[in-house]
C-alpha cells in the first residue's frame, strides 16, 4: 500500500477519511439491527451489509491513518465528533423504523455505487483497489435496499404511508452528499468531484421511487456541514457508545 | 400478534462450477426474488457456492416413504447393472 | 425439508402409527443407527419430543443475540466489532436453520414464534445472565460456546436426519465462535492489570452457569434417558459435562485465568478432572424466569417482532399483488 498525502498535505488522507467515516457509522447503525430485524433473514442481510461497510471504513481509515502513523482504532475511537468527517445522512437514527432504515440504505447506497464506480479508476491506487471491491458490495446494498423500498412502497397502506416517510424524513439530508468542498478539487485524477454523482444517482432513486408508487420529496434541504465537522446529536451519543470502554482504557490492547 | 409466515422455499446451491446444484436448506421469503437474495445472504456467507436455485416448499412432488418398497427395492437385485458383477480374465487391462 | 407437511403435494398417506409393526420397525431403524427423514411414520412422542428441543434450541440461538449484540455497538476495536457482528448474525442464521429443521415435521416457524414469545416454550437459560463488561464477549465465546459445541456436536449423529444435517452446519460455523472467545480472554489476561481483572471476573460469573447448560445430573434428568433410546441424545448430560471440564480446565491454564472451584482438580487414576458439587437451585430459579434478565429479553424479543409486523405484511402484500398482475398479464 501506498501512503497518501505526500505533496498534496494530507489531502487525500482527509478524503479517505471522510469515505471512511462514512462508511463506519453507517456499519454502527446496520449492526443496531442485528436482532432486532423484521425477520431472521433480514438480521443475516442487515448483518452482511453492516460487515461490508465495515470492512470498507476499515480498509480506508487504515489508509488515511498510514499518513500521520495513525490505526484505524485511532481513527474510529479517539476522535471526537467534531473531528469526523462522515456526511449527516449516515449518522441519522432510524428510531427503529424499517421504512428509515430502507430510505437511506437506498439513497446512500444509490450514491456509494456511482462513486466506487468512478473511484476505482483513481490515480491513488490504495483508492482504487478500496472502490474496486467496495463497488460490487454496494451494488448488493443497493439492489437489497431497491427490494424493500419497492414491497414497502407498493406492499399495504401502511406500509406505503411508512416508506413515504421515511423517504421524507432522509430526503433533506440528500444535498450534502453533493456539495463541493475544498478538497476535490484539489485532487484531480484521484478524488471523485461529488457534484457529478448527483444526477446518477437521484435518477436511479428517483426510478425506484417511481416503481415503489411513492413520490419523489419536495422538501427543503437540512444544513450539511459534516465533512467539515459538523454534527448532530445522533452522532454525539452514538460515538459516546461506541468509543466508551476504549477511552476508559486507553493504550492497552484488544 | 401472530403474523402469516412468510412461505417456505427449498434452497439449492452450486458450490463450485462443474457440480450439480444440492440442496442445503430452506428459509422463508415473500417471494422467489426475495428468496433467492436470502438464500445469498443465508447460505453463502462463507463463499460456498457460485449458483442459487430457489423452489416453493409446496411445489416439490415426492416419493412417500409408504411406497419405497416398491420404488426402490426392484432395482436390488439388477446386479448386472454394476461392473463389478463381470469377471474379468487376469492381466486384462482398461475395462 | 420438502413437502412433509404439505399434505396436497403428497400423494400416498404415510402409514397409520396405529399400525402394530410400527413402533416395532421404527425402533429397529433406531437400533440400526439408522435415520428418521421427515415423512417417516414416527411415534408421536418422538416427533413432539424432537420439537419441542429443536425449538427450544433454535429459539436459544436468536435470544442469544442480545446479550452479545448490545455488545456490537461498543466493542473497543474495529476488528473486535466485525468479527462480534459477524458471530451474532450467525447465530440468526443459525436460529434459522433449526427453525426449518423443526418445520419439517409439521409446525410453523410463525407458530414456534408465537409459542417462545408467549412463553408456551422456553430458550436456554444461559441468555438470561447479563453481559455488564467486554470481558463476558470473551467468556460467552470460551465458555458458552465451548459447552453449547460440546452438546452439539453428537447431534451432528443423532437419529433425525435433518436435526442432525442442520447441526452439522451449525458446528461448522461454530468453529470460530470459541476460538475468538478464547483470544479475547488470552488478550485481556496478558493485558494490563485491569483487563486481566475483567476477564477473571468474567470467568467467574459464567463458569457455574455454563456447567448448568448441560442440564440436571443424570439420576436426575427423566427426559434424558428416553432421548438417548431414541438416538436424539448420544451421551449424558453428565458425559458431556465432564468432556467439557477435562477440556476447558487444560484451556484455563494457557489463558492464565483460574476457575473459581477450589474441588477442581486433575484425577490421575481417572484421567479426569473432578469438579465440585453444582448448586443447581439458581439454575432452577432462572428456568422458572427469575433470572436476572429474563423480562428483558423477550420484551426486546417480541418488540422486534411486533414492530416487523407491517414490513412482514407489507411484503406478502405485494406478493400477492405481483403475482395477480402477472398471472393477468
Redesign the interface.
Known amino acids: 500500500m501506498n501512503t497518501p498525502g505526500q505533496g498534496r498535505a494530507g489531502d487525500v488522507a482527509i478524503y479517505a477519511l471522510g469515505l471512511g467515516d462514512d462508511a463506519l457509522v453507517l456499519a454502527q447503525r446496520m449492526g443496531e439491527w442485528i436482532a432486532s430485524a423484521p425477520e431472521l433473514e433480514e438480521d443475516v442481510a442487515l448483518g452482511n451489509i453492516g460487515l461490508d461497510l465495515l470492512g470498507q471504513a476499515r480498509a480506508l481509515l487504515t489508509y488515511a491513518g498510514s499518513a500521520d502513523g495513525r490505526t484505524e482504532d485511532d481513527l474510529a475511537y479517539l476522535r471526537g465528533a467534531d473531528e469526523f468527517c462522515n456526511v449527516l445522512l449516515v449518522e441519522r437514527p432510524d428510531d427503529g423504523d424499517f421504512a428509515h432504515c430502507v430510505a437511506r440504505l437506498l439513497v446512500f447506497s444509490a450514491y456509494q455505487a456511482e462513486l466506487y464506480a468512478r473511484l476505482a479508476s483513481s490515480g491513488d491506487e490504495t483508492l482504487s483497489a478500496v472502490a474496486a471491491k467496495a463497488v460490487k458490495e454496494v451494488a448488493y446494498h443497493r439492489d437489497h435496499a431497491t427490494q424493500w423500498a419497492l414491497r414497502l412502497g407498493d406492499g399495504t397502506e401502511e406500509s406505503h404511508r411508512r416508506m413515504q416517510a421515511g423517504l421524507d424524513a432522509v430526503w433533506p439530508y440528500v444535498d450534502e452528499l453533493f456539495a463541493a468542498d475544498e478538497l476535490e478539487p484539489g485532487l484531480p485524477g484521484v478524488a471523485v468531484d461529488p457534484a457529478e454523482l448527483r444526477e446518477p444517482t437521484v435518477a436511479y432513486v428517483s426510478g425506484v421511487v417511481g416503481r415503489a408508487t411513492l413520490a419523489v420529496p419536495d422538501v427543503p434541504a437540512a444544513p450539511g456541514g459534516g465533512r467539515a465537522g459538523r454534527h448532530t446529536d445522533a452522532l454525539v451519543s452514538m460515538l459516546a457508545e461506541m468509543q466508551g470502554l476504549a477511552r476508559a482504557m486507553p493504550g492497552v490492547t484488544w | 400478534?401472530?403474523?402469516?409466515?412468510?412461505p417456505?422455499w427449498?434452497v439449492f446451491v452450486r458450490a463450485r462450477r462443474g457440480l450439480s446444484h444440492s440442496h442445503v436448506?430452506?428459509?422463508?421469503?415473500?417471494?422467489a426474488?426475495?428468496a433467492v437474495?436470502?438464500a445469498r445472504?443465508?447460505f453463502t456467507?462463507?463463499e460456498e457456492g457460485v449458483s442459487i436455485w430457489v423452489v416453493p416448499?409446496?411445489?416439490?412432488?415426492?416419493s412417500?416413504?409408504?411406497?419405497k418398497d416398491a420404488f426402490f427395492d426392484p432395482a436390488a437385485d439388477k446386479v448386472y447393472r454394476h461392473p463389478t458383477f463381470y469377471s474379468v480374465p487376469a492381466g486384462v487391462e482398461h475395462l | 425439508m420438502y413437502g412433509n407437511h404439505d399434505t396436497t403435494s403428497v400423494p400416498v398417506e404415510a402409514p397409520a402409527a396405529d399400525d402394530p409393526t410400527f413402533d416395532r420397525d421404527f425402533m429397529a431403524l433406531i437400533d440400526d443407527d439408522g435415520r428418521v427423514e421427515p415423512r417417516d411414520a414416527m411415534p408421536d412422542a418422538y416427533r413432539r419430543g424432537l420439537v419441542r428441543q429443536i425449538a427450544q434450541h433454535a429459539h436459544s440461538e436468536i435470544i442469544g443475540m442480545q446479550p452479545e449484540g448490545s455488545w456490537i455497538g461498543r466493542a473497543p476495536s474495529l476488528k473486535r466489532k466485525a468479527i462480534l457482528m459477524a458471530k451474532v448474525q450467525d447465530e440468526a442464521g443459525h436460529g434459522l436453520y433449526l427453525y426449518a429443521a423443526a418445520e419439517t415435521l409439521g409446525v410453523d416457524r410463525a407458530d414456534l414464534l408465537d409459542r417462545l414469545h408467549t412463553g408456551r416454550q422456553k430458550y436456554s437459560s444461559i441468555f438470561n445472565y447479563p453481559t455488564p463488561t467486554w470481558a463476558d464477549i470473551g467468556a460467552i465465546g470460551w465458555l458458552v460456546d465451548g459447552a453449547a459445541i460440546t452438546n452439539q456436536v453428537p447431534i451432528t449423529k443423532c437419529s433425525y436426519g435433518p436435526y442432525a444435517r442442520a447441526m452439522v452446519r451449525i458446528c461448522k460455523e461454530e468453529s470460530f465462535h470459541q476460538r475468538q472467545g478464547f483470544e479475547i480472554l488470552h488478550t485481556l489476561s496478558h493485558g494490563s492489570p485491569q483487563q486481566h481483572a475483567m476477564a477473571q471476573d468474567a470467568v467467574d460469573r459464567w463458569w457455574w452457569p455454563s456447567l448448568m447448560m448441560f442440564g440436571p445430573p443424570d439420576d436426575d434428568s427423566p427426559n434424558s434417558a428416553r432421548s438417548m433410546r431414541w438416538g436424539i441424545k448420544r451421551f449424558s448430560n453428565d458425559e458431556l459435562r465432564q468432556r467439557f471440564v477435562d477440556m476447558t480446565a487444560p484451556q484455563s491454564h494457557a489463558l492464565g485465568l483460574s476457575l473459581p472451584d477450589p474441588e477442581l482438580a486433575f484425577d490421575a487414576l481417572t484421567g479426569h478432572w473432578r469438579y465440585g458439587e453444582i448448586d443447581f437451585t439458581e439454575l432452577f430459579e432462572v428456568i422458572k424466569g427469575n433470572g436476572p434478565l429474563n423480562a428483558q429479553r423477550m420484551a426486546h424479543r417480541t418488540d422486534a417482532h411486533e414492530r416487523g409486523d407491517w414490513v412482514r405484511e407489507a411484503a406478502l402484500g405485494y406478493a400477492a399483488k405481483h403475482a395477480r398482475t402477472e398471472a393477468v398479464a
Not at chain 2, 1 to 6: E, S, V
Not at chain 2, 57 to 62: E, G, H, R
Open positions: 400478534m401472530t403474523t402469516r409466515d412468510w417456505l427449498e436448506g430452506s428459509l422463508h421469503a415473500p417471494d426474488e426475495m437474495r436470502n445472504d443465508v456467507r462463507r416448499a409446496a411445489a416439490i412432488s415426492a412417500s416413504p409408504d411406497e
